[in-house]
């Protein structure tokens, strides 16, 4: 099986190019692709298939060429993948099976605009960003409030007042079932300056993370939201995560999502590994 491997402010992904839709991926075998021991190593798989071929999910978005199946680490599906999306399309334009420019690739979330140039940074259009209210995550003890956002996939956004480096994220935080039947995607975050914060996230399906864009986006909403007279104004946030930085400019109630992606190797499974 071929693959590339590649990452976005080193949330890292394993990419499948399967264009004809004829792999098989199981989610055993995308967990032990994932492995980071026994395996090759990422947070995610990124499948790039056609979206005639991609069976359901994409069937309603068939106006765009390429479909991104996104799988968390443990092999489990979510719906969006923000630095994931970014990576699949620097994939796309290096191995020339798309030109640079603008243009949708289809997600279980939806339609999603991707825009870039030969090289460099990609943006991501990141569609509606919903705050739906409070809930809250607990760490060791510690109970932190937080804000429910969905970014096409669910996201729990808690502010607090010390360096999020002090955290430990070796463990999944709780949260309220009933609030996230589906689990959720916890952030915690700090101002470090005006429309700046820093986060640090434990990711569904594949526990803490370098970086998360779905994350950041849902973080720049919570931000925005707790600063008096905010509203829902036009602002451009700089996050900060312990694999890099990215830029995410809120309009209104959407979001985009601008930042690295890289690609590091091409390879080859071994016959009969997986
Ligand atoms: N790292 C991603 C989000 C991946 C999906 C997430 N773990 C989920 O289950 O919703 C990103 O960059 O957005």
């Not at 190019?17 to 798989?45: F, K, N, Q, S, W």
């Not at 999502?257 to 016959?271: K, W």
Request: aromatic share 6%; hydrophobic share 40%.
């Amino acid at each position: 099986m071929r693959f590339v491997k590649g990452h976005g402010t080193e949330n890292d992904f394993v990419i499948l190019p399967d264009p004809d839709g004829a792999l098989d991926l199981t989610p055993d075998a995308v967990a032990r692709l994932c492995d980071r021991r026994a395996g090759i190593g990422a947070d995610g798989v990124l499948r790039a298939v056609r979206t005639k071929v991609a069976g359901p999910d994409a069937e309603p978005y068939s106006d765009a060429e390429w479909f991104m199946d996104y799988r968390n680490a443990d092999g489990s599906v979510a719906e969006m993948c923000g630095n994931g999306l970014r990576v699949f399309a620097r994939y796309l334009v290096e191995a020339g099976l798309a030109a640079p420019g603008e243009w949708d690739v289809a997600t279980r979330a939806g339609l999603r605009r991707v825009t870039l140039g030969p090289s460099g940074d990609v943006s991501v259009g990141m569609g509606q960003v919903e705050l739906l209210g409070p809930s809250e995550a607990s760490l060791a003890g510690t109970v932190f409030p937080g804000e429910r956002v969905s970014v096409g996939n669910p996201h729990l956004a808690c502010r607090m007042d010390g360096p999020v480096a002090a955290l430990d994220l070796s463990r999944a935080p709780g949260f309220d079932p009933a609030a996230f039947p589906d689990g959720v995607n916890v952030e915690f975050f700090r101002f470090v300056g005006e429309r700046h914060v820093e986060m640090r996230v434990f990711e569904r399906g594949s526990g803490e993370t370098r970086s998360c864009g779905t994350g950041t986006v849902a973080v720049a909403a919570a931000a925005r939201a707790g600063l008096s007279g905010a509203g829902l104004d036009v602002s451009e946030w700089t996050v900060d995560v312990p694999g890099g930085r990215v830029r995410v400019a809120l309009d209104g109630t959407s979001g985009r999502l601008t930042g690295p992606a890289v690609l590091v190797a091409d390879g080859e499974t071994r016959p009969g590994w997986l």
